[in-house]
């Protein structure tokens, strides 16, 4: 899964990709960076301590660095988004911190109102793609054929939508309806989660200026929602295990807004981690909610799908409460599962397949 981290200029998004990643960015260079994230999981961990493996692997996300969007200058928003065609969601960051040395954003000097630049850009943006397309389909120098027509109907109504300010999440769309703008990546249809970057003073005391604007909006659209201190993320990071229990404790927190914040895109994107455990490797992987055992197999491997038997399947709260898979299995908790069984979130998957 890919997530495309966006925002006004100067709002801690390289800032908050180096903490996901690890990746050391040149705040100077014009190269955006791709990088890899840990979706932090406890279970993971307590896992690996049961399993005592010779790796432990979490599931990752992969995340996208982009330029600034500046609303004034539409040579590096076409870019920024065509950067971010591809991402499954996007990761807007809003800049709550107070830092003298670094000036707000133009229009922006609240989170508030550059939540609302940044809804007007991605407006913008579907708005100029569909009108686009409706000229091109309009002025088509041949007859359109039934799909087509199809189209142009229903992009003259997503058109209305935008025009209203509206996002196209709102409109109802069939499944069929999906497919006919399926290749246009348009903004307003995707999972997007809120980051607020937030200084220590406000991060404590738990609030900042516009707060409240700023959640009902997010309710108002649905979006995901998470606040982080992204400069003492980065002191954090910094810290060996020891110290960072501790300061972690001080501030009376259990995981810090980077750790979180993976797992908050993961439930937007809608989606579930299954666990494969042994003395090898003990390992989370990801899968959309309501996959299939065979899918999950695919995930692991293209032979385990294809030779897929069955699947043993235990829940992670039994392993836990009953200490060991000897027991779950002796309680009569284990299952097994042919292709189509729906897996959960949290169930422990062992393949028996034959190729
Ligand atoms: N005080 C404070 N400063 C921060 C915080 N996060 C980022 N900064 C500073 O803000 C400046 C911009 O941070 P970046 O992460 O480069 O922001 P950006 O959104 O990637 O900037 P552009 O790519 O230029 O649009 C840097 O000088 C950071 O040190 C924060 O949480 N608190
Ligand atoms: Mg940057």
């Known amino acids: 899964m890919k997530i495309g981290i966006i925002g006004l200029p100067q709002v801690g998004k390289t800032t908050i990709f180096s903490l996901l990643t690890g990746i050391e960015v040149d705040p100077y260079s014009p190269i955006h960076q791709k990088g890899v994230a840990k979706v932090y999981d406890k279970r993971v961990d307590i896992l690996s301590k049961m399993y005592n493996p010779k790796k432990t692997t979490y599931a ?26 591809n991402a499954d969601a996007l990761l807007l960051v809003l800049r709550a911190f107070k830092n003298d040395s670094v000036p707000y954003p133009e229009n922006g000097e609240t989170a508030f109102k550059q939540l609302k630049l940044a809804l007007d850009e991605f407006i913008f943006r579907d708005l ?9 389909l309009e002025n088509a120098k041949r007859k359109l054929d039934n799909r087509e027509e199809n189209e142009l109907k229903l992009l003259k109504e997503l058109a209305k939508v935008l025009e209203n300010e509206e996002f196209l999440s709102k409109y109802e769309l069939t499944d069929d309806q999906r497919k006919l703008i399926s290749s246009y990546s348009l903004v307003t249809l995707r999972p997007i989660i809120i980051a607020l970057n937030l200084d220590e003073e406000q991060f404590s005391s738990n609030s900042y200026e516009t707060k409240e604007e700023v959640l009902e909006l997010v309710k108002e659209y649905n979006f995901a929602y998470i606040e982080l201190c992204g400069l003492m993320e980065k002191e954090i990071q910094e810290l060996d295990e020891e110290e960072r229990a501790e300061f972690l404790k001080d501030l009376g927190i259990e995981q810090t807004g980077i750790e979180r914040l993976s797992k908050v895109v993961y439930d937007q994107l809608g989606l579930i981690s299954f ?5 090898d490797e003990v390992r989370a992987w990801t899968l959309k909610k309501k996959s299939t055992a065979v899918e999950a197999a695919g995930a692991i491997h293209s032979d385990l799908a294809r030779g897929f038997i069955k699947a043993e399947v235990i829940k992670y709260k039994d392993l836990i409460e009953l200490g060991s898979e000897k027991e779950v299995k002796e309680k009569g908790l284990m299952k097994l599962v042919g292709k189509e069984h729906i897996i959960e979130d949290g169930d422990i998957i062992t393949i028996r397949f034959n190729v």
């Open 60 to 85: 990752t996300l992969e995340f996208y660095d982009t330029p600034s969007l500046d609303p004034s200058d539409k040579k590096s928003r076409t870019q920024v988004f065509n950067m971010v065609q």
């Open 128 to 136: 100029e793609i569909i009108t686009n397309r409706i000229e091109r």
């Open 275 to 279: 666990f494969t455990v042994g003395p």
